[in-house]
C-alpha cells in the first residue's frame, strides 16, 4: 500500500512537472507578437540598401551598424541580425570589434580579446573625460609601451583583412606575423582607417600596437561582397550620449548604409520623465546623424518593457514596473515619422507592460528585470531581424513589375 502510494506520487509530480513545462512553452508562444515585428517607414525606404544586398552584381561591403546601450554592448542582441543578413546575402565579416576589457568593461560577444592590461589607458563615451573625442566607434584607447593585442572572432568568422581606426598623429597597429604598413608622419589629430591584409584567412591574430598608438577597435572583415554588422554598444548609454559633435562627424569612417538605433532603456528609467524633453532630444541626435550621413538609412527600435527600483523606506527598495515604456516607445514611434526615418516596435511586439511579469517567468527577463536573458536577447534579435526580412520580401515584390516591364522592352524591340 505504501509503495502504491509512492508510485502515484512519483506519477502525479512527472505529470505536475510535465504540465508545467507545456504551459511555460505556451506562455512563452503567445509572449512576442511576430505581427507586430513590422518596420514603419515611408514606402521604399530600404530600397536603396536592399538592391545594394541583393544585387549580383555589387562587389562591395555594405556596413550596417547597431548603435545602443548595455543590451547592444553584449553581443547577443546583434547575432540575429547579423544571422539574418548571412542566411539571405552572406556577411563580410564580424565587423568592428574593441578590447573592452582593458578598460574594466564587459566584452561583448561573440569576440575574445585578450592581451596584458597595464600600459593602457582610455574611455568610453559615457565617461566624462571623453569629451572631444574624435573616435567614430565611442571608445578611445592608448599604450604607454608596445602591447599585443590577441584577437579570436570564432570558427564561423574567417577573416582576411583587419581596418583599424586610430589617430593620425600616433604610430600604426600592425598584425604579429606581417608586413606593417608604412608608417604616417603625424599630421593631425582626426581619425584614419588602415587596412592590415592577411597572408592566409584566420579565425585569430594578434595585434601590436607600438608604444604611443591611440587608436578606436578594428574591423574584422574577409573581403567578400554583403553586409557587415558593426555591434557598438556602451552601458549606460542615453540618446544624449551619442550625440557629440566628434562622434557623428567621424561616423563617416564606418560608412554605414543602415543605422539600427537601440536605444531608451535608460531614458525611461529616470525618476522623472518629459515626452517633449526626450523627443527633443531623439530629434537633435537623428537630424545631426541625417546631416552627417545624407545616404545612411536610419532605424529606430523601442525598448521591452523592464522594472526599476522605488525606495519605500530607509535602505528597503522594491520593485515596480517602469510606468515610463509606454511614452518611450510612443515618442520614438512619432519621431521617426516625423524624421521619416524607420522604427520597429519591439515594446508592443513584446507585449508592453503587461506581459513584463510573464516575460520575467519565462525567462526572458533576467533576475536584474532590466536586461535580457541569452534567449531574451535571441528573440529580441530575432524580432528585429524579422521585421528585416518582411521588408525586404516587400522590396522584392516591388521589384517584379518594372522586371516584367524591362523584358516586355527588350522583346519588343
Not at 119 to 124: D, K, L, M, Q
Not at 152 to 161: I, P
Not at 304 to 317: M, N, P
Not at 382 to 411: S, T
Request: glycine fraction near 8%; aromatic fraction near 12%.
Amino acid at each position: 500500500m505504501k509503495l502504491s502510494r509512492f508510485y502515484i506520487g512519483l506519477w502525479l509530480s512527472m505529470l505536475f512537472i510535465c504540465q508545467s513545462m507545456v504551459a511555460q512553452q505556451i506562455s512563452k508562444l503567445d509572449l512576442l507578437n511576430v505581427e507586430l515585428c513590422t518596420l514603419k517607414a515611408p514606402e521604399g525606404y530600404l530600397d536603396d540598401f536592399w538592391q545594394l544586398c541583393a544585387s549580383p552584381l555589387n562587389c562591395e561591403t555594405i556596413p550596417v551598424i547597431h548603435l545602443g546601450d548595455s543590451h547592444v554592448q553584449g553581443g547577443y542582441f546583434s547575432m540575429p541580425i547579423r544571422q539574418f543578413f548571412d542566411d539571405y546575402f552572406g556577411i563580410a565579416g564580424l565587423g568592428w570589434v574593441a578590447p573592452y576589457r582593458f578598460l574594466r568593461s564587459n566584452q561583448p560577444n561573440p569576440s575574445q580579446i585578450s592581451g596584458r592590461k597595464s600600459g593602457w589607458s582610455g574611455s568610453f563615451i559615457t565617461s566624462r573625460k571623453y569629451v572631444d573625442s574624435p573616435s567614430p566607434t565611442g571608445i578611445t584607447l592608448a599604450t604607454n609601451e608596445e602591447n599585443e593585442i590577441e584577437i579570436k572572432a570564432g570558427d564561423s568568422f574567417l577573416m582576411n583583412k583587419v581596418v583599424v581606426f586610430r589617430d593620425a598623429s600616433t604610430p600604426p597597429l600592425y598584425i604579429k606575423g606581417e608586413l606593417p604598413i608604412e608608417e604616417v608622419l603625424p599630421i593631425s589629430e582626426t581619425p584614419i582607417a588602415d587596412t592590415l591584409r592577411l597572408s592566409l584567412p584566420t579565425s585569430s591574430l594578434t595585434l601590436v600596437a607600438p608604444q604611443g598608438a591611440r587608436w578606436y577597435g578594428a574591423s574584422l572583415e574577409n573581403s567578400y561582397p554583403g553586409p557587415l554588422l558593426h555591434t557598438i554598444g556602451y552601458n549606460g548609454a542615453f540618446y544624449t550620449t551619442f550625440n557629440q559633435r566628434n562622434f557623428i562627424e567621424q561616423l563617416h569612417l564606418l560608412r554605414p548604409r543602415l543605422l539600427i538605433i537601440s536605444l531608451g532603456t535608460n531614458d525611461m528609467l529616470v525618476n522623472r520623465f518629459s515626452s517633449e524633453h526626450f523627443a527633443s532630444e531623439v530629434r537633435s541626435f537623428v537630424r545631426a546623424l541625417q546631416r552627417a550621413l545624407p545616404s545612411t538609412a536610419i532605424i529606430l527600435t523601442s525598448p521591452i518593457s523592464a522594472y526599476k527600483t522605488k525606495r519605500v523606506g530607509r535602505r528597503v527598495y522594491r520593485w515596480e514596473v517602469c510606468r515610463y515604456a509606454p511614452d518611450v516607445a510612443k515618442t520614438l514611434e512619432q519621431e521617426a515619422s516625423n524624421l521619416g526615418c524607420g522604427y520597429i516596435d519591439l515594446y508592443s511586439a513584446f507585449g508592453g507592460i503587461a506581459k513584463v511579469d510573464a516575460l520575467l517567468d519565462a525567462g526572458w527577463l533576467s533576475k536584474g528585470r532590466v536586461h535580457l536573458t541569452r534567449e531574451g536577447y535571441d528573440e529580441a534579435g530575432r524580432a528585429i531581424a524579422y521585421a528585416l526580412l518582411k521588408d525586404f520580401r516587400g522590396y522584392v515584390e516591388r521589384q517584379r513589375p518594372l522586371f516584367y516591364q524591362k523584358r516586355a522592352q527588350v522583346d519588343a524591340h
